[in-house]
């Protein structure tokens, strides 16, 4: 019988959690460093195993998927999404993925772009002023808010719902401070979860009235993503999505279509001001392909050091940074045995930074993206939106999004740290946001 793998040992009754808890993304790239490819760890009674190899990640998600579902932690904090595609398992799952698959064709979400960068335009005319201070993140979650309420659901958006869909949001996000492990369970009425509950409420009421706006007077499709969920059909049954199936897909499109680009933009900006020299070559870029217009997405495969940015800006601050699994049935990872019931960890934060795939891991160096550093890098080296069946079906769109806003910005304005703000600490909860933040000082360019 295969051996159980190494693993810092913890103490008797609360495992390794004094060691992960004050610093949750160190204690797991020394954990990986320390003990290899396969690292056992124990949080209270619940087994853990680290994987940091770019195949075993692969035999998760990829090789021998059907054995993996989501992890306990996230079944149990994330419930409120319901059986959407971020959540739902099996067979429930699979039809709903090809429900949904057209939704984000392509074709479909290049249309999109002019609306990207409109409302990039909109708030840099409204808002920015040269020598503002602006909260960067803050700027950036309303910003592309504004872009899923207007690709999902058109006109019938309206900026007052998409102000209290944002304030709900940010409500529903703060409760996963921390991550999603240890939390008081929601059925407990503390301020904090009657506060949740009340937010998840609103955010019902406003997705269910817009579906049944769309039912009762239904047009076709409309040229956003709720028309073509709407109309989608079950090439076996030829039935469609139920109102519940709707509101789940669509809560999970404003959760993770939102936070994930703002706070890629976010750490974005955030390097930029600390790397001169990358932002003058990012401005030479865009002197040169857009020569003073703002940018379509016909300009996309010229943006070459533009995407390269924003990979790089992935690799070292992954909006998703880490996930789990947990195994249905007894099987072997690079040697060990992984009981049933066991949860496995995959951490973006740490693959991305394993000196094995990328050299001087911890430098901002795009051009290492360009440059032929990162040919035949193994597949799941970098995996910022997963990988396997269950690859973000929207990743397409994020991609597309973060270029685009990150040209329509920077070749209007510099950021700069506002005092105080130039090193900023990354808080590992459902996504990696900065710590109290981002401030910025805006640079009008002439």
């Known amino acids: 019988m295969p051996p159980l793998p190494p693993g810092p040992r913890g103490s008797f009754l609360t495992g390794n959690l004094p060691e992960y808890v004050p610093d949750q993304l160190g204690f797991l790239e020394r954990c990986a460093r320390e003990y290899g490819d396969v690292t056992r760890l124990r949080f209270l009674n619940v087994p853990l195993y680290l994987l ?3 195949d075993h990640v692969e035999y998760v998600l990829v090789r021998n998927n059907r054995n993996f579902i989501k992890d306990r932690a996230e079944r149990s904090g994330l419930r409120f999404l319901g059986q959407g595609l971020l959540t739902s398992e099996g067979d429930y799952w699979r039809r709903q993925r090809r429900l949904a ?22 708030l840099l005319d409204a808002s920015w002023r040269d020598g503002a201070t602006r909260g960067i993140q803050e700027d950036m979650s309303r910003l592309t808010l504004e872009i899923v309420s207007a ?41 904090a979860n009657l506060r949740f509950r009340r937010a998840v409420r609103r955010l019902e009421e406003i997705i269910y009235g817009i579906i049944r706006e769309r039912r009762r007077s239904p047009g076709g499709d ?4 709720l028309s073509m969920l709407l109309a989608a059909r079950d090439e076996a049954t030829g039935e469609g999505m139920t109102d519940r199936q709707l509101r789940d897909e669509v809560l999970t499109v404003f959760l993770a279509g939102h936070e994930t680009t703002a706070l890629n933009l976010s750490w974005t ?3 930029l001001a600390g790397h001169p020299e990358v932002e003058e070559k990012l401005h ?19 943006l070459r050091y533009a995407d390269a940015v924003i990979k790089e800006s992935t690799r ?6 880490g996930f789990g699994r947990e195994a249905l049935a007894d099987c072997e990872i690079g040697g060990y045995r992984v009981p049933k ?18 050299g001087e891991p911890e430098t901002f160096r795009p051009e290492r993206w360009l440059d032929g550093s990162t040919d035949g890098l193994p597949k799941y080296a970098y995996f910022p939106f997963g990988g396997g069946p269950r690859l973000c079906i929207g990743s397409g769109f994020a991609k597309m999004e973060a270029v685009l806003l990150l040209a329509t910005v920077a070749r209007r304005f510099r950021l700069r740290h506002a005092s105080g703000q130039e090193s900023v600490r990354p808080l590992p909860s459902l996504t990696l946001r900065p710590d109290n933040g981002l401030r910025m000082v805006l640079e009008e360019r002439r």
């Open 101 to 122: 698959q057209p939704a984000f064709h392509r074709q479909r979400i290049s249309a999109y772009g002019r609306t990207m960068v409109e409302s990039a335009e909109g």
């Open 151 to 191: 690709t999902l659901f058109g006109a019938s958006m309206t900026e007052e719902l998409e102000e209290e869909v944002g304030e709900a949001l940010e409500v529903v996000m703060g409760r996963f401070t921390g991550g999603v492990l240890f939390k008081v369970p929601e059925r407990i009425p503390t301020p």
């Open 316 to 321: 070292l601050y992954p909006p998703v940074w």
């Open 341 to 358: 019931g066991t949860q496995v960890v995959v951490s973006q934060w740490v693959m991305h930074r394993d000196e094995r795939y990328f």
């Open 269 to 271: 900006w955030h390097l």
């Open 52 to 54: 940091s190899h770019p």
């Open 284 to 302: 030479e870029e865009l002197r040169e392909v857009l020569a003073g217009r703002a940018p379509e997405t016909s300009d996309l495969p010229s």
């Open 222 to 225: 409309g040229g956003d993503l």
